[in-house]
Nanobody, 124 residues
Framework: QVQLVESGGGLVQDGGSLRLSCAAS????????MAWFRQAPGKERDLVAA????????SYVDSVKGRFTISIDNAKNTVALQMNSLKAEDTAVYYC?????????????????WGQGTQVTVSS
């Protein structure tokens, strides 16, 4: 398992930007696929963006394509989510996720590791 700690959440106005960062520690970070999920009040936790450990494959939910960018830095053991043109519907708790299996991280991060979450609030 890998330990994950998110940072960078906060309050931003509609149309603004935020950058989330996730610091990982533990064994063999460089072989973990990474992702960001989010959970709004009363809703399920959903995948937002995912990236393979070597960054050769990226995946985004349709609602954030063109606005969010996921990136990974294996030298620094970090994964980031740059969020631009934020909307009120992006308001949620955002969770960093890690999994050694790509197909499992795309399926709700089954059996993977989670961070504690960071709140993102977009005011309209």
């Amino acid at each position: 398992q890998v330990q994950l700690v998110e940072s960078g959440g906060g309050l931003v106005q509609d149309g603004g930007s935020l950058r989330l960062s996730c610091a990982a520690s533990g064994r063999t970070f460089g072989r973990y696929h990474m992702a960001w999920f989010r959970q709004a009040p009363g809703k399920e936790r959903d995948l937002v963006a995912a990236i393979t450990w070597n960054a050769d494959t990226l995946s985004y939910v349709d609602s954030v394509k063109g606005r969010f960018t996921i990136s990974i830095d294996n030298a620094k053991n970090t994964v980031a989510l740059q969020m631009n043109s934020l909307k009120a519907e992006d308001t949620a708790v955002y969770y960093c996720a890690a999994n050694s299996a790509w197909h499992l991280i795309l399926r709700g991060n089954r059996g993977g590791s989670w961070g504690q979450g960071t709140q993102v609030t977009v005011s309209s």
